[in-house]
RNA sequence: CGGAGCGUAGCGCAGCCUGGUAGCGCACCUGCCUUGGGAGCAGGGGGUCGAACGUUCGAAUCGUUUCGCUCCGACCA
């Protein structure tokens, strides 16, 4: 491709709207262009990429069994209602009315239409286990569409469904998708984890994240440093420790403190460390439910943990009042002596081996110390319901402890088992000519996110630096004095088209720019390999070979260059490039 | 949805407080010159100042309303 016949539009200024640095990248690279908040137009160079992408997500998906397929994008209300998500959804299925007035929306996500499919398809036990997928277009109005292509409101996901005969079964294929996930993101050289992950609104039985890793993602994970565990710290789990064996040494006593209200406070205060106190928090469920919840002071509540524990549908912070009401004092002084009568009391497993602990006394300007559970207060209800943190020990392993890292979300499994089948009444007949409801799992990946986590992954002040199985094109050929230079133009055409006969894509720069002007827009778009002609060298029959991602430049003869470019296809997208 | 801010040329911004000729840098066009890390000189084109209404002799500037966008939070995956 010469660069003339293409279209790029660079800037040199990053867009003042745009926060992270893959944002920033797409824009100045000319990979895309916003049309209205969250909706973006992909460009020729980012169109490119996604598509390398696809097809990526395509060859494994195919690899694995999986059957495409493409749905509609506009659905209408009555399968939405069946499955009692029109109601339960919210502003972020975005709805509307043809002009028979009939109400339709535009799809969020697929399960209802692909359930559809099944009930009216799949009949019989002979015809399954089988796996739909498509790579489609979704739209949810999210309240706050941001960070570029990582979060916006219309956005490309590949989409799998899968159908068994049972629970046994649906875990086959679960795990099918979870290695062709793996597949996926090795090919595409990035750094990543599949984490254990909470189901969310989505339900179902058992789920993993696939987790780029980049200092800017919007999750935080654990990692063990032994063993293979992995999960969001969303659902990383809290062990429970042995409980210590003295009682109490010290009496229970009362201390003032003034105005100190956060554990920091207090723990500097009475100089003691934040480990040895206990915070007590007040949350409710929004209609009328109250908790106390109790975690180390150093400790922080994961209330995903304590609202899965309860069987709550929604969980929050009790405002000041409702705090003073149930316990009679305002928050920075709460503790679980002398609680009034019907609040529940959680506490979190490394509450109950703290000795001689400090705690709210429920009176303003007041904390106790020397507190032992068992002795001054009783923990009826013991959970895991804390954030767990870097270094806790691994809930799997004796040897582990846990490492942090932040990650983005590209791909997502769950086992769903009979949560839209049964409702939608998708059935089969088994051998013996009984109904039974159909096992389904569902594995998305985002497109677009992906791209835009290998840009967050991989690139450095100049710009981009693709991996070479995601990059728009594998290869440039910067021409210098294009313009001027016939010889330099012609050597160049010609490795251009050795190249592109053998596969390899290229992007040769013909533009009449000054050689640094041509630099820069190489370095900012990131194409991993790059071939100069022209200038001095030429002469001695030789060429310039360098890649983005670091390294000496070489001289080579053009035959040279040849070879070292395919090489390094060869070497990081199999065989042939695709 | 709560809080904050911003809409002036394709992009980044100044001008607004204190009303009176709409500006700067980059980009773009023409010419000259230049050709190894976003060159230089000269000339040039481009803006109903987000929209509506109001105040005023006169509004980018003051007021009201509205739309859009961004940030923080809650929300979502």
Redesign the pocket.
């Known amino acids: 491709m010469r660069y003339k016949n293409f279209f790029i539009p660079?800037?040199?200024?990053?867009?003042?709207?745009?926060?992270v640095v893959s944002h920033q990248l797409m824009m100045?690279a000319g990979m895309i262009r916003?049309l209205?908040?969250?909706i973006y137009t992909y460009m020729p160079l980012g169109l490119r990429s996604i598509r390398k992408f696809e097809q990526i997500v395509r060859e494994e998906m195919n690899q694995a069994g999986a059957i495409e397929l493409l749905m509609p994008g506009v659905q209408p209300a009555e399968l939405w209602i069946e499955s009692k998500r029109w109601a339960q959804y919210?502003k972020?299925l975005l709805r509307f009315k043809d002009r028979k007035d009939n109400e339709f929306c535009l799809a969020p996500t697929h399960e209802e239409v692909i359930t559809d499919i099944a009930r009216r398809e799949l009949r019989s036990y002979r015809q399954m286990p089988v796996n739909f997928y498509q790579i489609q277009t979704k739209f949810?109005d999210?309240?706050?569409?941001?960070?570029g292509l990582m979060?916006g409101r219309e956005f490309i996901m590949k989409d799998a469904y899968s159908f068994d005969l049972d629970s046994t079964a649906a875990d086959l294929s679960y795990d099918k998708m979870f290695q062709a996930y793996m597949r996926i993101f090795e090919r595409c050289g990035l750094n990543f984890r599949a984490v254990e992950a909470d189901t969310?609104?989505?339900g179902g039985s058992a789920s993993h994240e696939f987790m780029v890793l980049a200092s800017s993602g919007?999750?935080a994970i654990v990692s063990c440093s032994c063993c293979r565990y992995a999960a969001n710290t969303?659902k990383a789990e809290g062990i429970r420790q042995p409980s210590g064996s003295a009682a109490g040494t010290q009496p229970l006593t009362k201390v003032a403190t003034p105005g100190k209200k956060s554990i920091a406070e207090v723990a500097d205060f009475l100089n003691l460390p934040q480990s040895s106190t206990i915070k007590s928090l007040v949350l409710s469920n929004g209609e009328g439910s109250f908790v106390m919840a109790m975690v180390r002071g150093d400790h922080e509540l994961n209330?995903l943990k304590l609202k899965n524990y309860l069987g709550w549908d929604?969980?929050?912070m009790a405002t000041d009042e409702e705090v003073e009401r149930f316990t009679g004092s305002p928050p920075g002084f709460l503790g679980p002596v002398g609680l009034m009568e019907g609040l529940q009391v959680i506490a979190d497993y490394m509450v109950e081996p703290l000795q001689n602990a400090v705690i709210g006394t429920n009176e303003t300007d007041q904390h106790y110390t020397g507190a032992n559970p068992g002795r001054d207060f009783q923990l009826s209800q013991l959970a895991d319901i804390r954030l767990v943190g870097a270094g806790d020990p691994c809930p799997r392993c004796a040897e582990g402890t846990l490492e942090i890292w932040r990650g983005i979300?590209v791909g997502?499994v769950f086992k769903l088992g009979t949560k839209y089948s049964s409702a939608l009444q998708a059935t089969y007949l088994d051998k013996d000519g009984k109904d039974q409801v159909i096992f389904m799992g569902c594995y998305?990946i985002g497109i677009g996110r992906t791209v835009a986590a290998a840009i967050e992954q991989n690139h450095d002040e100049?710009?981009i630096i693709w991996p070479l199985p995601l990059a728009p094109f594998h290869c440039s050929i910067v021409v210098?004095?294009a313009?001027?230079d016939e010889a330099a133009l012609a050597t160049a055409q010609a490795l251009h088209d050795r190249l592109e006969a053998v596969g390899v894509e290229v992007l040769l720069d013909d533009r009449?720019?000054?050689?640094?002007?041509?630099?820069?827009?190489?370095?900012?778009i990131g194409i991993p390999l790059r071939i100069?002609?022209?200038?001095?060298?030429?002469a001695d029959n030789k060429v310039?070979f360098?890649q983005r991602a670091g390294g000496d430049?070489q001289l080579l003869t053009p035959d040279q260059a040849f070879e070292a470019v395919v090489t390094a296809v060869t070497a990081a997208c199999g065989g042939k490039s695709s």
Not at 10 to 19: G, N, V, Y
Not at 142 to 147: K, S, T, W, Y
Not at 532 to 538: A, D, T
């Open positions: 660079t800037l040199k200024e990053t867009p003042s709207d745009a926060e100045r916003k209205a908040a969250g919210g972020e949810r999210e309240i706050r569409p941001r960070f979060r969310g609104s989505i919007e999750d969303e209330e929604d969980i929050q979300e997502h998305g100049n710009g210098i004095n313009q001027k009449d720019e000054r050689p640094g002007f041509k630099f820069k827009d190489h370095d900012l100069v002609v022209g200038g001095k060298h030429l310039e360098k430049m």
